[in-house]
């Protein structure tokens, strides 16, 4: 079946990399997507890749893609407080008119 | 911009209320769907539409139903609210071609009691 599955949380310090892992299980998704939630608000879509790209890169964020090991991460360069917030990695499912399926989220603390 | 516009932001119900949650987009997207978000759960497809006059069930749509008179609105109803039914809710639209990126409203917080 799909799923999508993340770590809760991860914790950093200002103007450290913060790296977040996930790893899905439809090998034939087309997009895969990460969003950022802040409290109290909906899903904004970072960014998302073409599963047949390795890396996207977009300013501070990087997106690396290993098709192989079904496995996506998002790198934050010089990590902010402001991007404290939960992210959710997702893929584009084949059923259900190409439904998203999510991951748990990652709760990401920044810390001064 | 208003993007997707979703009211009310909060709402307490008492088990066996029903209610309507209300979705619109002003970007003329074809694709609309809710979801709910519950703790350590992410987010699960309730109902989505594919278009004007097209619904179809995603993985939870028991107790919930859904309409789509309008390429716009994309009203959720509970017809008999229960306490499993305690969560945030989702709309959220669709562009067409490249990325195919969802574009989510603000959300509503419900409360069954």
């Known amino acids: 079946g799909e799923d999508v599955e993340q770590s809760l949380f991860l914790s950093v310090r200002e103007g450290d990399s913060s790296v977040i892992n996930c790893t899905y299980t439809?090998?034939?998704?087309?997009?895969l997507y990460w969003y950022k939630q802040e409290p109290g608000a909906g899903l904004q879509l970072l960014t998302y890749?073409?599963?047949?790209?390795d890396m996207k890169q977009d300013q501070r964020l990087t997106v690396l893609l290993n098709k192989k090991d079904k496995h996506l991460s998002l790198r934050i360069a010089d990590t902010q407080t402001g991007d404290s917030a939960i992210y959710f990695c997702a893929e584009k499912g084949q059923n259900q008119g190409g439904k998203l399926i999510f991951g748990q989220g990652t709760e990401l603390s920044v810390k001064p | 911009n208003a993007g997707v516009t979703q009211t009310p932001k909060f709402q307490v119900l008492k088990t066996g209320q029903s209610m309507t949650l209300q979705c619109a987009q002003d970007?003329?997207?074809?694709?609309m769907s809710w979801y709910r978000q519950d703790p350590g759960m992410g987010l699960r497809l309730i109902h989505y539409s594919v278009g004007a006059g097209i619904t179809d069930q995603g993985e939870v749509p028991n107790g919930y139903n859904v309409s789509r008179s309008t390429t716009e609105d994309f009203p959720l109803r509970l017809l008999s609210a229960a306490p499993s039914q305690t969560s945030v809710y989702f709309c959220?639209?669709?562009?067409?071609?490249?990325?195919?990126?969802?574009?989510f409203g603000s959300g509503t917080q419900l409360s069954v009691l």
């Open positions: 970007m003329n997207h074809e694709y």
């Open positions: 890749i073409f599963s047949n790209m």
């Open positions: 439809d090998s034939s998704s087309t997009y």
């Open positions: 959220a639209s669709r562009t067409g071609g490249v990325g195919e990126k969802l574009f």
